[in-house]
């Protein structure tokens, strides 16, 4: 089982950009997908940004296109989220995630291995 360890998170004015990175224990080739997601308080777990590992396809929820980005780095088998533009409705604990099995469960799915997450709060 892989594991995987968040940082970045922290404390932002509304506007302001952080860059979120996830460390992975395995190479990231051996998940067909990686992922951020978000859960805010009394929320439910929400995805955020998936990239097939292969192909580098992304996809991201509608309320962050244009303003996150999500990549990896296969040598130092890191996972990325360039966050800019942060609103307040972004505050959230943040979790990475690496794909289970063969298939990528997308932005919706569940069936994830899941790191601890790390806070991010954005301030008006």
């Known amino acids: 089982q892989v594991q995987l360890v968040e940082s970045g998170g922290g404390s932002v004015q509304a506007g302001g950009s952080l860059r979120l990175s996830c460390a992975a224990s395995?190479?990231?080739?051996?998940?067909?997908?990686l992922g951020w997601f978000r859960q805010a308080p009394g929320k439910g777990r929400e995805g955020v940004a998936v990239?097939?590992?292969?192909?580098?396809?992304?996809y991201y929820a509608d309320s962050v296109k244009g303003r996150f980005t999500i990549s990896q780095d296969n040598a130092k088998n890191t996972l990325y989220l360039q966050m800019n533009s942060l609103k307040p409705e972004d505050t959230a604990m943040y979790y990475c995630?690496?794909?289970?099995?063969?298939?990528?469960?997308?932005?919706?799915?569940?069936?994830?291995?899941w790191g601890q997450g790390t806070q991010v709060s954005v301030s008006s």
């Open positions: 995630a690496a794909s289970k099995s063969g298939e990528c469960p997308g932005l919706r799915g569940t069936d994830f291995y």
């Open positions: 395995a190479s990231t080739y051996n998940y067909r997908c």
């Open positions: 990239i097939l590992t292969i192909s580098r396809g992304t």
